[in-house]
């Protein structure tokens, strides 16, 4: 993800946590102590080892903070289930390529996906 957002030259800091528990625990976190980072956007995938994405997800929209947060899901997971639950919990839904370079792809997608959530500003905003 690092190489993808490098690479849209989207103005993202990026905080990589190793596993769904420790996710939790950074949100909980922003939530209780206002010198914390507090994430602006998630993007998710829903193998997480602990506590999986899904889970996660749920955990975040119970909490007033955390229910307009947007979220992309990231995922080799192609499952109608899947994609269905994420997208009821207000997230969009990405699926990983096979491949590599494929995946270099997501940049554009993503830039859109902040666009919409008014992270970054829009293209035509900066045309005049």
């Given at each position: 993800m690092g190489e993808v957002i490098q690479m849209a030259g989207l103005p993202l800091e990026l905080h990589v946590e190793a596993d769904g528990e420790q996710a939790w625990e950074l949100f909980t976190k922003a939530e209780q102590d206002p010198g914390a980072?507090?994430?602006?956007?998630?993007?998710?995938?829903?193998?997480?080892?602990?506590?999986?994405?899904?889970?996660?997800?749920?955990?975040l929209r119970e909490r007033e903070q955390w229910k307009t947060l947007p979220v992309m899901v990231i995922t080799s997971s192609d499952a109608p289930e899947d994609r269905a639950e994420a997208t009821a919990l207000g997230a969009s839904y990405f699926r990983k390529p096979a491949n590599y370079e494929a995946f270099l792809q997501l940049?554009?997608?993503?830039?859109?996906f902040l666009q919409e959530n008014g992270l970054v500003p829009s293209d035509d905003s900066t045309a005049k």
């Open positions: 980072p507090r994430p602006h956007l998630l993007l998710l995938d829903l193998n997480l080892p602990k506590v999986d994405g899904i889970a996660l997800l749920r955990r940049g554009p997608i993503l830039r859109t």
